[in-house]
């Protein structure tokens, strides 16, 4: 899933307008940042499964991005450093609700592998990944509710205001759904890592910049 979590992203902006989409974002991203730095450091591990044609998803060991013990030390940390740095409980509570959803999204779309707490304790998982074609519909309905909350929330400033966030995200979506239907298998860890946190380095870049484009409503 990547454009179910920008919708997640895009819906906090509900909770906390005055907050920079920027931030907002990388709170709903944060786990999976976390985990493509561990597969860099060794530390966690994605596999490519042999049949990964038929697939069309990845595998993973990742107890201490994605397990649910450690997400909810994530979300209690994100609450707390956010809190320290801005004396915003608002804020503190979008971000932390960010991870959260993160990991609900992941709940539902990947196999169980989703440990409880550590390796070798029991795995979660509703493994909607194994019907695509309903998973990337969830993907487009979520970036879709995401998006009529953001806009609820923000107004344009500019022209670029007005349809930049539309136009760009129109290209994410059509760029990580055809990734995920047509795109060839990965080579190894590493290449899918430092790719993925590159694609979301300029996501996070998009974000803070078209952000400002917008100004927050007083709801
Ligand atoms: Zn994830």
């Known amino acids: 899933m990547f454009i179910g979590h920008i919708g997640a992203g ?33 530390i966690e591990s994605v596999i490519i499964p042999a049949n990964y044609e038929q697939l069309r998803y990845l595998t993973f060991i990742f107890p201490y991005s994605h397990g649910l013990l450690a997400v909810a030390a994530w979300a209690f940390l994100s609450y707390v450093l956010v809190n320290a740095g801005t004396k915003m409980k608002r804020f503190a509570l979008a971000m932390s609700l960010g991870v959260i959803s993160h990991w609900v999204l992941d709940l539902l779309i990947h196999p169980p592998e989703i440990p409880l707490f550590f390796s070798g304790s029991p795995m979660l998982g509703l493994s909607l990944w194994n019907n695509l074609a309903v998973e990337s519909i969830l993907e487009v309905v979520l970036l879709g509710a995401g998006l009529m909350l953001y806009y609820g929330a923000t107004a344009a400033t500019t022209f670029t205001g007005r349809y930049g966030m ?6 994410i979506s059509i760029l990580a759904i055809g990734g995920q239907w047509l795109g060839p298998p990965p080579e190894n860890g590493l290449q899918i890592a430092s790719s993925s946190l590159g694609s979301l380095a300029l996501l996070l870049l998009l974000s803070f910049t078209l952000d400002r484009t917008r100004t927050a409503k007083l709801l």
């Open 166 to 171: 539309l136009i760009s995200l129109s290209i």
């Open 10 to 42: 895009l819906a906090l902006k509900r909770i906390a307008p005055q907050l920079n989409l920027g931030w907002l974002m990388l709170s709903s991203f944060l786990l999976d940042i976390l985990l493509w730095c561990f597969v860099l450091f060794g």
